[in-house]
């Protein structure tokens, strides 16, 4: 039998439906954090590599969503993988990211973890989390976080940080700063000893005691009286307790991804994608074009879809539940949702095809493939008809839309 003071439990922040609005028009249909990725839902990734954690009791997702809009997949995901999964809604106010852990704190502690993992949803990485575990054991801090070096140019838009070359120690944090400090940047996943329910307790009597109020970045600057119960994991507890052996790194030499558009997932898709060769290799379809369809690379097909023997599959595809793709059709590097029909010799490139949308005969969908800009990947929301020989090309069509004309770098209200 484990002794209490052996478990470890996962949180995993799962946003809410105001952050959203960047993941436009596929968030219209389904949470952000249910979006397929590789076949899967985007939170499932982070769920799946929690399960290597030794001794997990139990994982939470705290979010602003309904609870309904988790329901059926906190429940079948428990199941499947025999791990209690719960989901936790805030109370509507803003706590800010450590402010929403502490607001669940009892929760969190009700098994007597002796360690916290935290992680947010909208990261794509190999989640190394044993071996960040067994780094933070042998540093002895507060807390350990997950660091990437990026390129100089992107590392302002992420929080920058610098550590000890030999200690790893976290000496100085700073979040998305004007000017260069580093390219060592937080990816948004750490773990913590139960000290850090004190460390935030003593930020909020902190401000209780002095009165506080915050420089807000908008339009313009302005100051505002902020709740003494809002506190960020960033600004109000990494960047103070830098420097006093209080927090350390762990660095990954392996893929990182902000997921912040729909963009971004298409590339997301293909790492994990990627990913499933040395992990779940019996999620990756094949076929060499015979029988079945021919498979190139890495692609993933739901095992209700029905693709044509002549049709051409890949790389970096995934095909989800009851899609049919017709003869003679090309996919590549691109996600396609439930329901959709792809009707012969029609191709698809760099492009999401929403949910029950149908591409006609000879038809195209199509992007440049360009991740970070606004039209490099078409994306085709729900119930979107393209017809015969139509030509979409780095647009953006909103759900229930008929296209009977070519369009190109649009944006189809």
Known sequence: MESSEEKVVAVIMVGGPTKGTRFRPLSFNTPEPLFPLAGQPMVHHPISACTRIPNLAQIFLIGFYEEREFALYVSSISNELRVPVRYLKEDGKP??????????????????????????????????????????????????????KVSAESANQFGELVADPITKELLHYTEKPETFVSDLINCGVYIFTPDIFRAIQDVSTHREDRGYSILMLTSSFYRTTIPSDFVRLDQDILSPLAGKKQFYTYETMNFWEQIKTPGMS?????????????????????????????????????????????????????????????????????????????????????????WKSSLGKWARVQADGDYNSKLGVTILGEAVTVEDEVVVTNSIILPNKTLNVSVQDEIIL
């Not at 929760?107 to 949803?121: A, T």
């Open 95 to 148: 706590h800010g990211s450590a402010g929403g852990l502490y607001y669940f704190r009892d929760l969190i502690m009700e098994d007597n973890p002796s360690h916290i993992f935290v992680l947010n949803c909208d990261v794509c990485c190999n989640f190394p989390l044993p071996e960040m575990l067994d780094a933070h054991k042998r540093y002895g801090g507060m807390g350990t976080l997950l660091v990437i």
């Open 266 to 354: 298409l590339k997301c898709s293909a790492l994990y994608l990627a990913q499933f060769r040395s992990i779940s290799p019996h999620l990756l379809a094949n076929g060499d074009g015979n029988k079945s369809a021919k498979i190139i690379g890495d692609v993933y097909v739901h095992p209700s879809a029905k693709v044509h023997p002549t049709a051409k599959i890949g790389p970096n595809v995934s095909i989800s539940a009851n899609v049919r793709v017709g003869a003679g059709a090309r996919l590549i590097s691109s996600i396609v949702l439930d329901d959709v029909e792809i009707k012969e010799n029609a191709v698809v490139l760099h492009s999401i095809v929403g």
